[in-house]
């Protein structure tokens, strides 16, 4: 008798995924499955779940790259499996990063000679560009402090309220005070003369920002590196400034050259920049460049050897992939100077014809600068019936992501919506954009307000507080909204009703 094996539906070859048995019952989301499953209905599985994703496209509130040439992604694909930490394994690519951190240290105007090799590292971000640059600032200050016999235990940091939160991790996680100069409406990035007041024989450093995250405004790094030099030859003191220049890095030099605020000044002894932002790479990468090689004491540079040659390392991680270094490696040698000028001219163009169209509308206020991070940050004019809230949430219908926040103090009261333009931001895209936000504006004034406006005197629940215009301001219970919206839907519906068949 002739002996048959049957096959088990596990090893079996999948004609149709979706037939399959896999995609009929659910997976366990936070445990390790009992067995394994094909790999095509793995992929299947995980693809159509993550359909559900925003089209990074259309995310307008991230300043990170979402687009790279073909010819990039096939570079970036076949050195995935690198680790950049195996420099004596991987010498090629160490030699990128350095090529890399050289050019953009003389995009920087780094007081470089000739034969003189620049003073940086590739970081996973600006976030943690910024931890090593605010370590080497405070190791130098306690070494000098220690020097004078001085009390080196209370460092601190003077920046705007505007700073992203890197900056409060960096305080928090390094025990370093963080003295904030509160903004005010219509100056949403740091005064310098204030940021120099609270500056003291404690200060590490003080942080200006070139690209504000609020709304892309740079601030004015001259003005703050005058300020402290008059202080510090009044006091004795050598404050010196660190430069976050995540989003403006790539921005200023292209078009603005003639905007004193890298290393030309005097007291910037580094400065940070995104390359995953407007250096034109995907998510992952950093740098960050010191002045000179006294900027960054020796003992914070470890050297070890148990990957092969004698190699120093000054990074808060330790393995990091190499694709990233190289892309941003390809994108500096495939653009060129003039290839970044033309793209930042291209995205500060079509932020230019963003405001303007959104100005036509006659609801907005422009809360962004014309100089600075391409991107348009604006209000509305009347919030008496609705909010920036609730425009950002009714373009997500549309499939735009375009974030909505309050001001930090002493600004708070103020809230704006923020567009920010990448270089695959296309003309059309905007154009469409302004369209959208029209239709949402029109669907908004349809809808009943969240607060009901009487005259005073009226009877009410509940006033609120601070109307102080002759205008009492009511907050509508639950059940007089619910009853509102369904009239205002049944209005819309009969409105827009086409005869005959519906």
Not at 151 to 164: E, H, M, S
Not at 404 to 423: C, F, G, K, N, W
Request: proline share 4%.
């Amino acid at each position: 008798m002739a002996l048959s094996h049957a096959q088990s539906e596990s090893d079996s070859q999948i004609p149709c995924t979706f037939a399959s048995r896999y995609v009929r019952t659910a997976l366990p989301r936070y445990q390790l499955p009992n067995h394994s499953i094909p790999k095509e209905a793995a992929f299947q599985i995980i693809n159509d779940e993550l359909m559900l994703d925003g089209n990074p496209r259309l995310n307008l509130a991230s300043f990170v790259t979402t687009w790279m040439e073909p010819e990039c992604d096939k570079l970036i694909m076949a050195s995935i499996n690198k680790n950049y930490v195996d420099m004596d394994e991987y010498p090629v690519t160490t030699e990128l990063q350095n090529r890399c951190v050289n050019i953009i240290a003389h995009l920087f105007n780094a007081p470089l000679n000739e034969s003189e090799t620049a003073v940086g590292v590739v970081t996973v971000g600006s976030s943690e560009a910024i931890m090593l640059a605010g370590l080497a600032f405070k190791r130098r200050w306690q070494n000098k402090m220690k020097a004078k016999g001085k009390p080196f235990d209370k460092p601190n940091i003077v920046t705007g309220a505007n700073v992203q939160v890197c900056w409060e991790k960096f305080a928090r996680y390094f025990e370093v005070e963080l003295k904030e100069v509160k903004l005010r409406e219509g100056y949403y990035v740091m005064d310098p003369e204030k940021a120099v007041e609270m500056a003291d024989e404690n200060t590490i450093c003080v942080a200006a920002i070139l690209g504000s995250t609020l709304n892309g405004e740079f601030e004015d790094v001259k003005l703050l590196n005058d300020l402290l030099l008059k202080k510090n030859a009044e006091t004795g003191w050598d404050t010196p400034i660190h430069v976050d220049a995540a989003s403006g890095g790539f921005i200023a030099p292209f078009l603005y050259p003639e905007l004193e605020w890298d290393f030309r000044l005097p007291l910037v002894k580094s400065i940070n920049v995104s390359g995953h932002k407007y250096g034109l790479v995907y998510a992952g990468i950093g740098w960050v460049i010191w002045r000179s090689k006294d900027d960054l004491p020796e003992e914070l540079v470890f050297h070890i050897n148990y990957l092969g040659a004698d190699q120093p390392t000054f990074t808060l991680n330790f393995s990091k992939g190499s694709s990233q270094v190289i892309a941003q490696y390809y994108q500096l040698i495939r653009l060129g100077f003039q290839g970044y000028k033309c793209i930042m001219e291209n995205c500060r163009e079509n932020a230019e014809v963003l405001k303007t169209e959104l100005e036509r509308t006659g609801r907005f206020n422009i809360v962004s600068k014309d100089r600075g991070v391409p991107l348009v940050a604006f209000s509305l004019k009347d919030r008496s019936r609705h909010d920036e809230f609730e425009v950002s949430d009714y373009l997500r219908r549309f499939g735009w992501i375009v974030p909505s926040y309050t001001m930090p103090p002493d600004a708070q009261h103020v809230t704006v919506l923020r567009v920010v333009i990448r270089e695959d931001f296309c003309r059309t895209l905007a154009e469409r954009l302004v369209l959208d936000i029209k239709k949402v504006l029109h669907e908004l004034d349809s809808l009943p307000s969240k607060f009901l406006v009487i005259a005073a005197g009226g009877k009410a629940a509940e006033e609120e507080a601070g109307a102080g215009d002759g205008v009492i301001r009511l907050k509508k219970r639950e059940v007089e909204i619910q009853r509102e919206i369904t009239d205002a839907w049944k209005k819309f519906v009969i409105a827009h009703k086409t005869k005959g068949v519906c």
